[in-house]
């Protein structure tokens, strides 16, 4: 019912004024080496795969309320057929605003697997299982005045994993839900207080996570060229395991820092952040992590970059806590012989220690050919338009 009267909406007849409609293509193609795909203590072969991905935008828009849909393509072929994938998404957004009120809906559609979805969370990736994900997001943000704003958000997300059980994946569903209290001040910048309440459910286990988080946030912009964000705060976790009949609580703290400088040449983005995250094991998971990005522009067609992160995965089960550490660095050199065409050559190294003590590493080098069009309009209309 909720789907039919989203497209009821967006289908719908209106008249505006001042409208226009965008789109956008991109597409590139390119070939990867692996020396440990599945991050395994004792690789037996290395492995080669080609990709192909396509992404489109369409974009509706007026002064006051826009639409847009961004269908997403990625074929692999790999030597072992066997781990072949097609993923597909599809992200599709839509808001109305006026002087006081803003509305935004979300709607993510994802059919992947775990090697692209698990990387980060549970690790389970040394064998493929086909992933569905839908994530529905509303939020509503009430301008008070010229300084301070009250925000609204929920998000629910259901994940299914087919013939998953076998490797410890498990199907869940994942609602976040919070309040939030935004001021502009002149000393501090922005700050804001939010409260947030998390949910993880199991079926299949019986078991559910729930945790409740309030954090305080600044955030501000020293100049044109630095910016900030931090947050830290409590947490409050229950945990029910369903199938062990097992129950705990415990407090915790959460936070998120960010910042960036940007140089004549150089740009560098760094980020600090514990958090609770939801995973396919059947577990809640915290979450430590630490990520740094540099850009540098070494001439107006040659882009070079280095991105590294790091992060502690932490589950808590009847025995006691079990982590799992996962970290990876990767150079990159972009060159842009077009206004809209790219080749890339990059080199990345990442390594595993799951929870069952078994570390892993991989050398990926990866090569390709992008296109990236420029956003391209159907029509522009300064007055009223019907649809």
């Known amino acids: 019912m909720k789907k039919g009267l989203f497209l009821i909406i967006l289908c719908a007849p209106f008249s505006v004024s001042g409208s226009e409609m965008m789109w956008q293509f991109k597409t590139s193609t390119g070939g990867t080496h692996y020396s440990n795909i599945s991050l395994v203590s004792n690789p037996e072969d290395t492995e080669f795969m080609v990709s192909k991905n396509l992404s489109g935008m369409l974009e509706y828009s007026t002064p006051t309320t826009s639409f847009s849909a961004t269908p997403k393509l990625a074929v692999r072929r790999y030597s072992d057929r ?3 994938t097609t993923d597909l998404g599809a992200n599709f957004t839509a808001s109305h605003s006026t002087e006081t009120f803003r509305f935004s809906l979300t709607n993510n559609a994802q059919r992947d697997t775990s090697f692209s979805s698990e990387i980060n969370t549970t690790g389970y990736i040394d064998t493929k299982k086909n992933r569905k994900s839908d994530m529905y997001s509303p939020s509503v943000t009430y301008i008070i005045d010229e300084i301070s ?19 410890g994946l498990f199907d869940y569903q994942y609602t976040s839900s919070s309040i939030s209290y935004t001021r502009l001040t002149e000393i501090l910048g922005t700050t ?29 912009d020293f100049s044109e060229t630095i910016n900030y964000s931090a947050s830290i705060g409590i947490r409050r976790y229950e945990n029910y395991i369903g199938y062990a009949d097992f129950r705990t609580s415990d407090t915790g703290w959460v936070m998120d820092m960010a910042a960036a400088k940007q140089f004549q040449r150089l740009s560098v983005k760094t980020n600090l952040s514990r958090e609770v995250i939801p995973g396919g094991g059947g577990y809640m998971i915290l979450q430590d992590l630490i990520r740094m990005d540099c850009n540098y522009k070494l001439s107006p067609q040659f882009t070079g970059n280095f991105s590294g992160s790091a992060l502690k995965n932490t589950r808590e089960t009847t025995t006691g806590d079990l982590n799992r550490y996962y970290g990876s660095a990767e150079l990159r050199l972009k060159y842009s012989f077009e206004p809209s065409w790219n080749l890339s050559l990059s080199f990345k190294h990442r390594k595993n220690h799951s929870e069952q003590g078994v570390a892993g590493k991989d050398n990926i080098i990866t090569f390709g050919l992008s296109y990236s069009g420029q956003k391209r309009q159907f029509k522009s209309s300064g007055q009223d338009t019907d649809f």
């Not at 704003?149 to 076998?166: F, Q």
């Not at 019986?206 to 305080?216: A, D, G, N, R, V």
């Open 82 to 84: 066997s781990l072949d």
């Open 149 to 167: 704003t009250v925000s609204l958000n929920h998000s629910y997300t259901d994940v299914d994993y087919v013939d998953g059980v076998a490797e």
């Open 192 to 220: 804001s207080l939010t409260y947030t309440n998390i949910t993880q459910e199991i079926d299949l286990q019986q078991s559910t996570y729930e945790t409740k988080i309030l954090q305080f946030g600044l955030s501000n």
